[in-house]
């Protein structure tokens, strides 16, 4: 059997997609399916029932720790991980990191989100960094100061940080999505006359049938496959789509 870097092509559309998971062995996680559905980059937002939640489409659909992140007409908004509860809006920019601070602006000035979608500053300052470990550094009227993790304004700093804060200045770096291998623990891909499916490694029973021109990603027993140049997802217990090959793209927002 040829090695499965060269069967399939693999494509996983991240901020947000951590690893493989395993089959069987885990406990269900809360996921969301993003779908782009036309060509000006309009996305719909499903439960992992299949069912919409948002009833407008959106030009963004992430997450990021706790929280989701929408953006809608040119702003952001952040919601609570159910999608029930706006917890903040009319956001110009956000930049979600590694790190548990996330910068955002509005109004042309800059604050930080904790993990739960809390503002831990507000809108104060003219520029500032991601969070090195506990600490950022920032430009406050002018001048540059380091906050903490409580969003104060702190003297005290290690050296090797502050250090590297000033080397950075307040800039923001947008990390690259790395593309990440395919990888079911329980699982493997197969292959035939150049359609892909994907059969249980142990008992080799079909978990997706053969039938798709490309396995792209999986969360929550819920497999991202392309037909026919179109995108959608096979729900493995079902043994069926739970959403049509008929999107752009295909995006797995979870979380643990």
């Known amino acids: 059997m040829l090695p499965q870097y060269k069967l399939v092509r693999i494509r996983i559309f991240i901020f947000l997609l951590f690893g493989g998971i395993a089959f069987g062995a885990q406990g269900q996680n809360t996921l969301y399916i993003s779908a782009e559905v036309d060509s000006n980059h309009r996305y719909v937002l499903f439960n992992q029932s299949g069912n919409r939640v948002f009833p407008d489409t959106a030009?963004?659909?992430?997450?990021?720790?706790?929280?989701?992140?929408?953006?809608?007409?040119e702003k952001f908004s952040?919601?609570?991980?159910?999608?029930?509860?706006?917890?903040?809006?009319?956001?110009?920019?956000?930049?979600?990191?590694?790190?548990?601070?996330?910068?955002?602006?509005?109004?042309?000035l800059w604050g930080f989100f904790n993990a739960n979608g809390t503002l831990l500053t507000?809108?104060?300052?003219?520029?500032?960094?991601?969070?090195?470990?506990?600490?950022a550094i920032v430009n406050y009227q002018n001048s540059l100061r380091f906050i903490d993790t409580t969003g104060n304004f702190t003297k005290s700093i290690p050296g090797d940080i502050e250090k590297e804060l000033r080397e950075w200045g307040t800039q923001l770096f947008v990390s690259p999505e790395w593309p990440q291998q395919f990888h079911m623990p329980n699982a493997k891909l197969i292959?035939?006359?150049?359609?892909?499916?994907?059969?249980?490694?142990?008992?080799?029973?079909?978990?997706?049938?053969?039938?798709?021109?490309e396995i792209v990603a999986h969360s929550n027993r819920k497999i991202a496959v392309r037909k026919n140049g179109k995108y959608g997802v096979f729900d493995i217990e079902k043994q069926q789509l739970l959403l049509g090959t008929i999107y752009s793209r295909i995006k797995f927002i979870e979380f643990h």
């Open 191 to 213: 292959e035939s006359n150049g359609l892909y499916g994907v059969a249980d490694n142990w008992s080799g029973r079909i978990l997706v049938p053969v039938e798709f021109e």
């Open 78 to 108: 952040i919601w609570d991980k159910e999608c029930k509860t706006q917890l903040a809006d009319s956001i110009s920019f956000v930049l979600p990191t590694e790190s548990l601070f996330m910068p955002a602006q509005k109004n042309g």
């Open 122 to 135: 507000g809108y104060l300052f003219q520029s500032v960094s991601q969070f090195n470990q506990n600490y």
């Open 59 to 73: 030009s963004y659909y992430s997450d990021w720790n706790q929280v989701v992140i929408i953006q809608k007409d």
